[in-house]
């Protein structure tokens, strides 16, 4: 074992100390650690694992776990003590590409997965494992490749998927914008851990430099667990999705629609942060949600045991400033659709109403490369921070420079706005360049001008023609409850950090008369 897997193991074991739930008196002994090298497919690529296993006798549950993109299978060793502690054999893996495992970055390609079937092959030969009952799990990268895993083996019986994709073409181009600080740091990470090879990094220059779009979103595809939706739905694999309403890598408006076409026993839970946020402190081995229900749903789907979780509402959701709700299904979430019509900007303060049905004879121009203070954070650490203190990320207002921005406020109402869903803005444009690009921010006004974000997106327009046009962007799904008194607030600009934009450098967009928002409340 190397000097850092060394000290990491040692990390590792020292958190277990937090790990306060208690397991099942069946598997009360001491679990055994061993290190092991499982041979893969592909010109004999070795990968690098780990097996914790509980000492008592018999055949037991299994979860394989692949490791996050930039980590190693030592990731998951405070969460594999626990789970064998509850009876689990549990086997983590270093995918190929990364850290001292063999061959090249297969991004949750054919290898992968190819990768994932041998080492349940390994795992059923080599542990106690009883071949009935294999579950598969991980946080962002591995989640990714233990649900697309469940289409290709029919051996994976239950998956829990955290802060992972289900759509990386969505991912990667959500309303036709490049995400530029997400796709940089995965650029970044493979870089400097992994081994990308010809095909990832050919791939990242190709999306940095906007070329080839289409054979990178052809490549995106193949790595998407809704291409494979049906093939996931005959296996019938028990499926958790856990995630953060602010995933700057894979934002949840595709859980959503991935899960709403799941057929089989479903489970989603959405919790404020971002991309691996709300799972963090479960991997040091400290007593955390999203790992609690982890626990649950193997327990249920593999361990053969009644934790409950089955007869529970399938959607579970800890809003951003409200108590925990659960759902019979997704469209229950809300129960009407309130459009906010856009107005005319008044003079004196530069902000028009929001509200009422949308109105005509008005425009606000934008300058199409200058950014405003209005914007989504910094990818991780914004909405990653907002997490642990319960405090969305704030601005104040009137600093919002109204001859960059276009700021639209609405009346003061007398009973708080209860948003759950996906709120729909609807932007009438004119005078646009062939390509160009605006961002939409919805935020929570007080009375001193200081707003907070609820959510936000951009979409971009990639045509050839110059003139009149219409775009509607699906902003991130949300719950967020506005307080009575505090004004709705929708703020359009033309750039943001987070992403790549189309717009021409001294140009301008237009937003015009007829726009709206349509917001989901309950």
Excluded at 139 to 144: E, I, K, R, T
Excluded at 228 to 236: E, G, S, T
Aim: glycine share 10%; no cysteine; charged share 15%.
């Amino acid at each position: 074992m190397t000097r850092t897997r060394r000290a990491l193991t040692v990390l590792a074991a020292a958190a277990l100390a937090a790990v306060t739930l208690q397991a099942p008196p069946a598997a009360a002994a001491t679990p055994t650690t061993r290190f092991v090298d499982i041979t893969s497919s592909g010109a004999g690529v070795t990968l690098k694992a780990n097996v914790v296993a509980p000492a008592t006798s018999g055949r037991h549950p299994a979860i394989v776990f692949p490791s996050s993109w930039g980590l190693n299978d030592l990731e998951y060793l405070a969460q594999a003590n626990a789970l064998a502690n509850r009876g689990y054999v549990v086997v983590s893996y270093t995918p190929r590409g990364w850290w001292a495992s063999g061959g090249e970055i297969d991004t949750a390609g054919p290898q992968d997965l190819a990768d994932l079937s041998k080492v349940v092959d390994w795992t059923i030969a080599n542990t106690a494992a009883d071949p009935a009952r294999i579950g598969a799990a991980g946080v962002s990268y591995g989640a990714g490749i233990s649900l697309l895993g469940a289409a290709f083996d029919k051996r994976i019986r239950a998956v829990v998927m955290m802060s992972g994709w289900t759509d990386l073409v969505y991912s990667l181009y959500g309303d036709n914008t490049r995400h530029q600080q997400s796709a940089g740091l995965l650029s970044l990470a493979a870089t400097l851990l992994g081994h990308p090879g010809a095909d990832l990094t050919g791939k990242l220059a190709d999306f940095n430099a906007n070329r080839n779009v289409d054979e990178v979103k052809a490549w995106a595809k193949a790595r998407s667990a809704a291409t494979y939706l049906d093939a996931i739905n005959a296996n019938q694999p028990a499926v958790m999705i856990a995630n953060a309403w602010g995933d700057s890598f894979f934002p949840p408006d595709q859980l959503v629609d991935f899960f709403g076409k799941l057929r089989t026993p479903k489970r989603l839970e959405l919790r404020p942060g971002d991309h691996a946020i709300a799972e963090f402190t479960g991997i040091l081995g400290l007593p955390n949600d999203a790992w609690t229900s982890l626990y649950r749903w193997f327990d249920q789907y593999l361990a053969g045991l009644d934790s409950g979780i089955g007869a529970e509402p399938p959607v579970q959701l800890q809003p951003l400033n409200a108590g925990s709700e659960h759902y019979a299904s997704w469209s229950a979430l809300n129960s009407s659709v309130q459009r906010y019509g856009l107005g005319s900007i008044r003079w004196l303060d530069g902000t028009g109403l929001l509200g009422g049905a949308p109105s005509t004879g008005w425009s606000k121009t934008l300058p199409g490369d200058l950014d405003t203070i209005a914007n989504g954070g910094v990818v991780l650490l914004t909405n990653g921070v907002g997490a642990f203190t319960g405090q969305q990320p704030q601005i104040w207002l009137p600093a919002v420079d109204r001859l960059r921005a276009g700021v639209w406020a609405s009346e003061r109402p007398g009973s708080a706005l209860r948003i759950r869903g996906i709120a729909q803005v609807h932007l009438n444009l004119t005078g646009t360049a062939a390509q160009g690009t605006v961002v939409a921010y919805l935020y929570d006004l007080d009375s001193l001008g200081n707003a907070k974000l609820i959510t936000h997106a951009p979409v971009s327009w990639l045509g050839t023609a110059t003139g009149s046009r219409s775009v509607d962007v699906a902003l991130s799904a949300t719950a967020y409850d506005v307080p009575a008194g505090h004004s709705l607030t929708l703020v359009v600009d033309t750039v943001d950090p987070l992403y790549y934009d189309a717009n021409t450098l001294g140009g301008s967009v237009t937003v015009a008369g007829g726009s709206y928002v349509d917001v989901p409340v309950r």
